[in-house]
């Protein structure tokens, strides 16, 4: 009520303009704070241009001695006992920031270099800097600030002058602008007219003097100015004007756009409510990163929902900062699992954790958190281990300190254990009540797990195997307990809980895909791949591995040896086979490569890593049973005894990594179980690759060809 009687334009005008956007928070902050609610803002987020206003500030209506009281709370920020590095380079980079925003045709007398900003701002800096121990320094106005600091010795006499001098004459420029312009300006006029006029009313001859006058004192001020220094670490002009809560909204959209935002209204929306919370440095890693845009809308979200502690340690480690930046710039699959966890947060206070941690240590992670939980408690801590360790890799990842190969193999590795564990948990519940059979369990991980590539997002592909049939003590059919123990199983990891989905089951490798039992015996699976299975089945098989076997009371099996035997025993015929790959091929080319207009599918598009996979299992097929190096999941692996044999081009294995790293790190982009490269995809891809969206589009392009070529070369 009161800024609006004060503000408000009436038939009779406004009595002041009013401007609240210096309160804690900004624009976005409540506009009436406790002394409580501001000594909290200011010790976690108080910048140094927030400093400065305060040296400015006092009670000027209402309770005077609440207003007294707050300026004794903030004392300690806003005159600190003593002052790093960080804080000059922090007055540098204001210093330059309001050179830098001055670009109109005219001299603005109050941001231009050696204006009445540049005056107030060595002031204001001296003060910051050494008023903490000397209060006799703590002077609001900038005149007298100016002489305090020359009998303190901090200016010479000489230079209080040049800068009362200036200070004066901007003022007296400046008003007689706005009383001739009836408007808030700063800009000299451009026209000679317009500064006769001015110079005129300054008492002066004409528009030469004037120049001669103003060009004079701007090199004296700007040379006192230039004696603080350029910033040497600190943020660019450019981000703190974007953090200047007083910036005007034209200028604000040219800024976000110059720095590659693309939806700058939204951009300035999510600015305005996060302003207050937002480290310099933050801002700096989000412009860097590979989607501005998205850096910003994730800040937003995590300024919603992090605690003020959290807050503050972002703000205080720089590495995490970045490292969060960046993954908010990079990856939304990640921001979402790490704003959507907030167990994970924890385990932030000591860093991200190590990239490449002892894999006999890790291995007992897991067993250890679940000692002693009931079987509810085990599926919940199972999510928040898979959780903590997804944004383990995905922070690794995107510092780059993990090549694509580790970030498949440890999040394989991940897989693996929760499958593990999940297993034992749930045959121990049924145990209790159905007996247990003599005979082993073997699971079998297929698909891209199988092929230790295992991408974010990616389902597990099981087949679920038992050694021979019998009853258990209890009287359950081997059949029975299995195929519960295999149910129970899908549903535990894909049962969708408070900490989140472990994976989700895919089952339809099993033999007669989805119209077959969900669990069958070693005999049966391996007549049906000797009889029955469809040459896609074969196809699939050769990325089976056991993922885990659980004993039963009875004695091992040899299963591993058999299912090698099992995939490779009898070449197919050489024209059979290519017929029946390159027909595979086209259907999944047609139903699921889509419109390559619209998009790039990475996988399925032709010259994809489809084609990749097929050349592999192509010669696999045809000279595994004789070349042991051939009988690998990893499909890598088989291109390269490929290569050695003289079979492919060495080139395929650089497009292969390629491409395949191109995908993952598309899946970290997009929070999407899919390869796809969309329009939209291609800038964030390539800078997250490191490389122009030309070059990508080149490298694509390429490579893609290359491959295809090959593939109709020896397939088609």
């Not at 006192?224 to 943020?235: H, K, M």
């Not at 590659?260 to 919370?277: I, K, P, T």
């Not at 895919?506 to 119209?515: E, F, I, N, V």
């Not at 097929?614 to 042991?628: C, H, I, T, V, Y």
Request: hydrophobic fraction near 40%; glycine fraction near 8%.
């Amino acid at each position: 009520m009161v800024t609006r009687a004060v503000a408000e334009i009436t038939g009779d005008g406004f009595v002041f303009r009013v401007d609240l956007r210096l309160r804690p928070e900004g624009g976005s902050g409540a506009i009436c704070n406790s002394l409580a609610a501001a000594e909290s803002y200011y010790e976690t987020f108080g910048r140094t241009w927030e400093r400065q206003a305060l040296l400015r500030a006092r009670p000027a209506a209402g309770d005077r001695t609440l207003g007294a009281r707050f300026l004794k709370t903030v004392e300690p920020f806003v005159f600190p006992r003593s002052s790093g590095p960080r804080t000059l380079d922090e007055i540098r980079s204001l210093r330059q920031q309001f050179v830098d925003s001055t670009r109109h045709p005219g001299w603005n007398v109050k941001l231009g270099q050696g204006g009445i900003r540049d005056v107030e701002l060595v002031a204001q800096a001296l003060q910051l800097l050494y008023a903490g121990k000397r209060p006799d320094l703590r002077e609001r106005a900038t005149l007298p600030a100016l002489h305090k600091l020359g009998l303190a010795g901090l200016l010479t006499a000489q230079e209080v002058r040049t800068l009362s001098d200036a200070y004066h004459l901007w003022r007296a420029v400046e008003h007689r602008i706005q009383l001739e312009q009836g408007a808030q300006t700063h800009e000299l006029p451009v026209e000679p007219a317009g500064r006769d006029r001015l110079a005129r009313r300054l008492g002066l001859a004409g528009h030469a003097e004037l120049d001669a006058l103003v060009a004079d004192r701007r090199q004296a001020v700007s040379a006192v100015a230039a004696t603080l220094g350029e910033p040497e670490q600190g943020p660019s002009a450019i981000v703190l004007r974007l953090l200047d809560p007083a910036l005007p909204r034209p200028q604000l959209l040219a800024d976000l756009q110059s720095c590659g935002f693309s939806d700058v209204d939204a951009a300035a929306e999510n600015l305005e409510l996060v302003r207050g919370r937002l480290a310099p440095t933050w801002l700096e890693e989000a412009i860097a990163s590979p989607n501005p845009d998205r850096a910003l809308d994730r800040f937003r979200d995590l300024s919603l929902r992090a605690s003020t502690g959290l807050e503050t340690m972002l703000h205080e480690d720089r590495q995490l900062l970045t490292i969060l930046a960046a993954l908010f710039g990079t990856s939304e699959r990640l921001s979402r699992h790490l704003l959507t966890h907030p167990a994970t947060w924890p385990n932030l206070l000591s860093g991200p954790g190590d990239p490449r941690p002892d894999p006999v240590e890790w291995q007992a992670r897991l067993p250890t958190r679940l000692a002693g939980c009931d079987y509810e408690e085990a599926l919940r801590e199972m999510r928040r281990f898979q959780a903590e360790e997804i944004l383990r890799i995905g922070f690794h990842d995107v510092a780059g300190s993990l090549a694509h190969e580790e970030v498949s193999a440890q999040l394989g590795r991940l897989a693996e254990a929760c499958l593990a564990q999940a297993v034992n948990r749930v045959a121990t519940e049924l145990e209790a009540r159905l007996g247990r059979p003599d005979a082993e369990l073997t699971i079998l991980v297929l698909g891209s797990c199988g092929a230790r590539e295992m991408r974010y997002g990616s389902d597990l592909e099981l087949v679920f195997l038992y050694q021979h049939g019998g009853t258990t003590s209890a009287g359950i059919d081997y059949q029975d307990w299995f195929g519960r123990l295999a149910q129970r199983l899908i549903g535990a990891l894909g049962a969708l809980l408070e900490e989140g989905r472990l994976y989700n089951v895919d089952t339809r490798l099993r033999p007669s895909g989805s119209q077959g039992l969900l669990v069958t015996t070693y005999q049966a699976f391996e007549d049906y791949h000797h009889e029955s299975a469809a040459p896609w089945e074969r196809m699939a098989l050769l990325r089976a591995r056991p993922a885990f076997v659980l004993p039963g009371t009875g004695a091992p099996s040899d299963f591993a040896n058999r299912l090698e035997t099992i995939a490779y025993r009898t070449p197919p015929n050489d024209d059979v086979l290519r017929a029946d790959l390159l027909h595979l091929r086209q259907r999944i080319e047609s139903e699921r490569a889509g419109d390559p207009a619209e998009s790039l599918h990475l996988r399925f598009a032709p010259g994809g890593l489809t084609d990749l996979e097929f050349l592999a299992a192509w010669g696999q097929l045809r000279n595994g049973e004789s070349d042991p190096a051939l009988r690998t999941t990893h499909p890598p692996a088989a291109l390269q005894r490929m290569a050695d044999r003289g079979e492919l081009a060495a080139d395929l294995l650089d497009d292969y990594c390629f491409l395949q790293r191109a995908g993952l790190r598309l899946r970290l982009i997009r929070d999407q179980h899919d390869d796809r490269l969309q329009p939209e995809d291609r800038s964030p891809l390539a800078r997250s690759l490191g490389i122009s969206e030309a070059q990508l589009s080149d490298q694509l392009t390429t490579r893609m060809a290359r491959v295809r070529a090959e593939f109709q070369r020896k397939l088609g």
